[in-house]
């Protein structure tokens, strides 16, 4: 414990204080006055990856000539009824919750797509009540069917009931919008505008429904084509926008949209404004210090698309460096209270390894580790740096003495589990990643999300304990409260 409190003490004063210094001064923008418009994405998985996979927003933002805003409230597993939403009290609590986030940001769009996971009779209901409340705000709202599940041919999956589930929820959104007859409400059929191309040779899914890189870049070229009537030439060429700039505007948006995660779905929300506020209420006050960075970040996209200097942030002084020295291996060994017969080893010891959360050996006999510095949760402005090390014992004297750093991008790793491949599944955050090593150098260079939508209302109780099970069936736990 001694020297856990002590590594991670360092930890923050070196990486992440300063950091938190930035978000404490008061940083202009590069906009004149407040943005015209004001995008709301409103959905499932497909909406909530997209602020990954932003492509998009990217085509959104370089059609607009106007200044512009764009959040993601996007929520894996979520339907109509915003029941993927609510911590303790289901669809009532989360509808409250998007009310009250709609109230906040005050949107001039809304763009929504549901339809994707929830049967017909539950669906209709649920998405006429969530008109109700879109409606009351003088929005404009664009509503998008949920695009079609991708046959793959080598998988023996059937996405006949998923498309036709989909299909009947498409049917639905449209008798809806247009029984309404408001100028303001609009239905684009993505459903039907999706399906030729999930029909090629090119396979633009990893699971028939989970859209990859390329799936998500297809899709939104057709949803903006629809939205704003123009191709993607269109979109590009008068601007002379080369893959490069795009890709640049897209890692701006991303590190916007994240700072908008953060502050819309903070880790460890039980401590910061729930019911055991009492314990770290007090840390709760960091939620609204991202608005500053996030305004930041909408400045610096901004300007790379007008080509405007940003202006000059007040200089961060460097920090206090702190030197200490964790406690000895043999400290740490006479702490243990060890039953007849048993008996403890050192494999591995800081300096090699801080903060361990979750650990697995391989049939190769290294160990895999989670490690987090930035738990309980991340402070405003700080990267998610956590990682996963593999740790070897290569001159067979029980010691560890090689490190490879497998990752280093992840956010609370509560969980890991290395595969006959060469790579590892990971529970980070909100979802279970599967991370690959296609290059042999030991370093992940591909992230799939397997699944999405795990609870992070309590760092205490999020996704764990990731092993295999006699079936070869990746088993792992989610904790709730009882």
């Not at 990856?49 to 932003?54: R, T």
């Not at 793959?152 to 006949?160: E, H, L, M, T, Y």
């Not at 191709?231 to 991303?254: N, S, Y």
């Not at 895999?368 to 402070?379: D, G, K």
Request: proline share 6%.
């Amino acid at each position: 414990m001694k020297s856990f409190l002590i590594l991670w003490l360092a930890f923050f004063i070196t990486n992440l204080l300063p950091q938190w210094v930035l978000c404490q001064t008061e940083i202009p923008s590069v906009s004149d006055g407040p943005p015209e418009m004001r995008y709301v994405f409103i959905g499932s998985e497909f909406i909530e990856q997209q602020i990954k996979h932003n492509f998009f927003e990217a085509y959104l933002t370089l059609a607009s000539d106007q200044q512009f805003e764009y959040r993601n409230l996007g929520w894996a597993g979520d339907t109509p009824s915003c029941v993927a939403r609510g911590y303790f009290n289901g669809a009532k609590e989360g509808f409250v919750r998007l009310k009250e986030e709609l109230e906040r940001l005050n949107p001039t769009h809304i763009l929504v797509c549901y339809g994707g996971n929830a049967p017909p009779n539950e669906f209709e209901p649920d998405f006429e009540q969530l008109l109700d409340l879109l409606q009351s705000y003088p929005a404009k709202i664009t509503c998008f069917s949920h695009p079609a599940a991708e046959h793959i041919s080598n998988r023996a999956i059937d996405v006949n009931p998923m498309n036709q589930m989909r299909r009947a929820n498409a049917r639905i959104m449209n008798r809806m919008i247009a029984d309404r007859s408001n100028d303001r409400l609009r239905f684009i059929d993505l459903y039907q505008l999706s399906k030729p191309i999930l029909e090629t040779s090119q396979l633009l899914t990893h699971d028939t429904i989970r859209f990859n890189e390329q799936g998500y870049k297809a899709v939104s070229e057709i949803m903006v084509k629809e939205l704003v009537e123009k191709t993607i030439d269109q979109i590009l060429d008068p601007d002379g926008v080369d893959e490069k700039k795009l890709a640049e505007i897209r890692q701006r948006l991303k590190i916007k949209n994240e700072l908008y995660f953060h502050r819309y779905r903070p880790q460890n929300e039980t401590y910061l404004r729930g019911f055991r506020k009492h314990e770290q209420g007090q840390n709760a006050k960091e939620i609204v210090q991202f608005d500053q960075l996030i305004d930041r970040a909408e400045s610096s996209i901004w300007s790379l698309i007008t080509n405007k200097s940003m202006p000059i942030v007040i200089p961060v002084p460097d920090p206090v460096k702190l030197s200490f020295e964790a406690a000895s291996v043999e400290e740490e060994l006479q702490s243990f209270n060890l039953d007849d017969g048993l008996k403890i080893e050192l494999f591995a010891s800081e300096p090699l390894v801080a903060n361990p959360i979750h650990m697995n050996f391989d049939s190769l006999g290294r160990l895999w580790v989670a490690t987090s510095p930035i738990y309980p949760q991340i402070l405003p402005g700080a990267k998610a740096t956590d990682e996963i090390l593999i740790l070897e014992d290569t001159d067979g004297d029980g010691l560890a003495d090689k490190k490879t750093v497998f990752a280093d991008d992840l956010l609370i790793p509560t969980a890991v589990l290395p595969d006959e491949k060469g790579g590892a599944f990971v529970a980070n955050s909100t979802e279970l990643l599967h991370l690959q090593d296609t290059n042999g150098d030991g370093k992940a260079d591909q992230k799939r999300v397997v699944l999405a939508g795990f609870g992070t209302e309590d760092t205490h109780h999020i996704l764990h304990t990731f092993r295999w099970g006699p079936d070869a069936a990746l088993y792992f736990n989610q904790s709730i409260y009882i």
